[in-house]
């Protein structure tokens, strides 16, 4: 298996612009996760999903952020308009959850994309 | 809520000598417990897991880790460290849904 693919790897933008960060997960994994990681806060969980529908997106900063997943292959971390504040390593991940939304299963991460808003 | 403690932010050990690191997590019933590294430029690479059974759990690499309930620990030994090793560490605590995960230890090796 190609393991959790992100594109793209690096991303830098201009403060106010739209950055899309995209994600495909294992296949026949069903609940996938989208994090980021920051120096002073560490991994943080931002949303995520079982079986393509968002279960709990308490961790999504503000509005400015959006996630989708319209299908079991793919999913997108939208911020739009981008800050200084959001550049970060975002991750997502995918585990092979229990029905009902349950998980307790072991995640595989991506690479990351490194995001640096200017 | 549960949450997991990594006390110790870096470690330095000799090429050769013994690991451990340690974990320390919060939670209200059986928990699920993993390990996971992380080298520079990359994503979390799941070492070992914790879901019930034996205590002394194997992973990749030649790591292990304990599960103590009495003391809410699940530490990660090495007996020989190579130089390679030299990556940061995560605990994580999960039960039905989500992982949390501890601040990270970082791993030196010194040769």
């Known amino acids: 298996d190609a393991g959790v693919i992100q594109s793209p790897r690096h991303e830098v933008t201009e403060m106010g612009q739209e950055v899309t960060l995209r994600c495909k997960p294992i296949s026949g994994h069903n609940s996938l996760f989208w994090y980021r990681q920051t120096m002073m806060r560490g991994l943080e969980l931002l949303i995520y999903f079982n079986n393509n529908v968002p279960i709990d997106d308490s961790g999504m900063p503000e509005d400015r952020f959006s996630a989708k997943m319209p299908n079991a292959s793919f999913s997108t971390l939208k911020i739009q308009p981008s800050e200084p504040r959001d550049s970060a390593v975002y991750f997502c991940?995918?585990?092979?959850?229990?029905?009902?939304?349950?998980?307790?299963?072991?995640?595989?991460f991506g690479p990351g994309t490194r995001l640096t808003v200017t | 809520a549960q949450s997991v403690t990594q006390p110790d932010i870096h470690i330095t050990v000799s090429e050769g000598a013994s690991l451990e690191l340690r974990c320390n997590y919060s939670y209200g019933a059986t928990p699920y417990l993993f390990w996971y590294v992380q080298s520079p430029g990359q994503g979390l690479q799941l070492l070992l897991k914790y879901f019930s059974g034996d205590t002394l759990v194997q992973g990749i690499k030649g790591f292990e880790a304990e599960f103590k309930r009495s003391q809410s620990s699940f530490n990660l030994r090495k007996p020989s460290v190579h130089w390679s090793d030299a990556a940061e560490y995560f605990c994580a605590v999960g039960g039905y849904s989500t992982l949390t995960f501890g601040k990270g230890t970082m791993l030196l090796v010194s040769p």
């Open positions: 991940a995918s585990s092979l959850g229990r029905e009902g939304g349950q998980g307790g299963h072991e995640q595989y």
